[in-house]
């Protein structure tokens, strides 16, 4: 079946610097991939549409120079949280899908932490 | 942006019995489907139901979907310790593509 990895799986920072989460499709061209931001025992929450090739469409309050996604190929994109503060502290996942109007594959999702 | 909401929010049950989760939805939809969550873990997808079905069964998993109430149930029968999980519905709306919005989820626990 289809995968998505996603790394790395933790990382603990600094407040201040910057953190760089990459998602890849293993098996399949994604021309799509979703960024979603989750916190404890809450749902996801859509961030952006990372799109190949293009820019990202950023969801409503979700600043796009705070939350930098870069989809440089068919099968990686990235997410770069700049200047990360103790808030951005969160568990961030990646999506993609294979064809339109079918099932998400997730990577294993990204435990940040800002001290 | 959430699509809608899931009841009951939290469910524990005895192994064995059946788990019913429910979704409502808010915009119409090419499909809904329906994920697990692990702890600290990402996403499984376990069913889609496309907007002209009703019914969908897979293994233990009976997902009902009804257009006229947007809305959805998920049904796991005979339920086991290992199915303790979040469990999520989501949309694809009708718009185009695979933007996919989800739920706020039932998080089902079964007790051995």
């Known amino acids: 079946g289809a995968v998505v990895s996603q790394h790395p799986s933790r990382v603990i920072c600094k407040s201040g610097t910057s953190v760089k989460i990459e998602c890849r499709s293993l098996?399949?061209?994604?021309?799509?991939m979703f960024w979603y931001r989750q916190f404890p025992k809450q749902s996801l929450m859509l961030m952006a549409t990372?799109?190949?090739?293009?820019?990202?469409?950023?969801e409503q309050g979700v600043e796009k120079d705070k939350f930098l996604i870069n989809h440089a190929s068919l099968t990686l994109s990235t997410l770069t949280v700049t200047s990360a503060h103790p808030e951005d502290s969160s568990f961030y996942i990646c999506?993609?899908?294979?064809?339109?109007?079918?099932?998400?594959?997730f990577g294993n999702g990204t435990r940040l932490t800002v001290t | 942006s959430q699509q809608g909401e899931e009841d009951p929010q939290a469910l524990s049950i005895q192994e064995g019995e059946n788990a019913t989760m429910n979704c409502s939805y808010k915009t119409s939809i090419n499909n809904l489907q329906w994920y697990r969550q692990n702890s600290g873990r990402g996403l499984v997808h376990l069913i889609l139901?496309?907007?002209?079905?009703r019914e969908k069964h897979s293994g233990r998993l009976r997902v009902t979907l009804d257009t006229s109430k947007k809305s959805s149930s998920l049904l796991i029968t005979a339920s086991r310790a290992a199915d303790t999980a979040s469990y999520f519905c989501a949309t694809q709306p009708y718009t185009g593509g695979f933007k996919t919005i989800f739920g706020a989820g039932t998080r089902l626990f079964v007790k051995a």
């Open positions: 990372s799109n190949e090739g293009s820019k990202a469409t950023y």
């Open positions: 999506s993609a899908a294979e064809v339109s109007n079918s099932p998400l594959h």
């Open positions: 139901i496309r907007s002209n079905e």
């Open positions: 098996d399949f061209q994604a021309t799509t």
